[in-house]
């Protein structure tokens, strides 16, 4: 099968063999254009992909909530109100199937069987985006859009928190907000007036930037309240990370002392863990949800 993973940095492209081994690759920067500038790339990356027959069906992973096939809502302006599935199956000539980012994260940690109890899948990019896998599959809810957590509002707000952030999505104070790599980068240049990509804030830490060193420290804060909140609400055996969260190693350690102070149960047996698989993550659980339908 064809998979493709869609965000606004990258277009990334993959076969995948009917075990989820990864057959062959390419990708490009998503062009800067419109609608058809990307479905023209995309069809140009899918040409180019080594290995792909006139049968092979395409799974595509997108930052939105699919809802009965198609997108609900997405934080990517290009498709908003797009018949994304429509126009890539009369692009491709090939049968189209679509998955949310945070559905394809779930679907990858599923299948590796990481967890006994539910396991809650969070991607944190340059927007936000969960999944929940239970009993071994996937959960995308009565409308696609379980553990869509990016837009529920900062538990726990301290003053400062509660004004002068607005979501996309046209309300205030969304996690998104906060806990994006895009809400990394803006509350290091509301501190220092600087802009700074999340890779550079990042480095900066590694170096003992002072500054650096606390915006991450409040990234944490709020990551331990967000995460708490799955705890009380879903109670995982696992909350997976997607890999674009700010130093992950250093969130897994100290996310969960965060916890305590939030969480009403004992909560021992929950483990924060980070995907270190990328966007490949994202190609190979689309396949599996496709597969599966
Ligand atoms: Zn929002």
Same mark, same amino acid.
């Not at 198609?70 to 009369?90: C, E, K, N, V, W």
């Not at 679509?98 to 899948?121: C, K, Q, R, W």
């Given at each position: ?11 990334? @492209? ?28 995309? =069809? ?25 096939? $198609? ?10 109100? $797009? ?9 491709? $000539?090939?049968?189209?199937?679509? $998955? ?5 994260? @779930?679907?990858? /940690? ?18 936000? /985006?969960?999944?929940?896998?239970? +009993? ?6 009565? /409308?696609?859009?379980?553990? +869509? ?6 538990? @726990? ?32 240049? =509301? ?40 705890? +009380? ?20 350690? =100290? ?13 021992? +047996? ?8 990328? /966007? ?14």
């Amino acid at each position: 099968m064809i998979a493709l993973a869609i965000d606004n940095r990258i277009f990334a @492209a993959a076969i995948l063999d009917d075990g989820g081994a990864f057959i062959s690759r390419a990708e490009c920067p998503t062009p800067a254009g419109d609608y058809r500038d990307w479905l023209v790339a995309i =069809r140009d990356l899918v040409a180019g992909l080594a290995g792909t027959t006139p049968g092979m069906d395409v799974a595509v992973a997108v930052p939105a909530i699919i809802s009965t096939g $198609s997108i609900s809502i997405t934080p990517l302006a290009t498709l908003a109100g $797009s018949d994304l599935r429509r126009d890539l199956q009369s692009t491709l $000539s090939r049968e189209v199937s679509l $998955s949310g980012f945070g559905d394809a994260l @779930a679907a990858f /940690h599923a299948h590796a069987g990481e967890t006994t109890g539910p396991l809650v899948a969070l991607w944190i990019g340059t927007s936000c /985006h969960g999944g929940l896998v239970a +009993n071994g599959g996937v959960v995308t809810g009565a /409308h696609g859009a379980s553990v +869509n957590w990016a837009h529920l509002q900062l538990p @726990a707000p301290v003053p400062h928190e509660l004004d002068g952030r607005p979501c996309w999505c046209g309300r205030n104070g969304c996690l998104e907000t906060f806990l994006s790599t895009s809400g990394l980068e803006a509350d290091y240049e =509301r501190v220092t007036g600087d802009r700074r990509t999340a890779a550079q804030i990042a480095d900066a830490v590694a170096v003992s930037d002072i500054v650096a060193e606390s915006v991450i420290q409040v990234f944490e804060d709020r990551l331990g309240r967000a995460t708490a909140a799955m705890i +009380n609400l879903i109670d995982p055996g696992t909350i997976i990370l997607g890999e674009d969260t700010p130093l992950p190693d250093r969130m897994c350690a =100290r996310v969960p002392r965060k916890w305590p102070g939030y969480v009403q149960i004992d909560r021992s +047996n929950t483990q924060l863990a980070a995907c270190s698989a990328g /966007h490949d993550a994202l190609l190979a659980g689309a396949v599996m949800l496709a597969s599966a339908r």
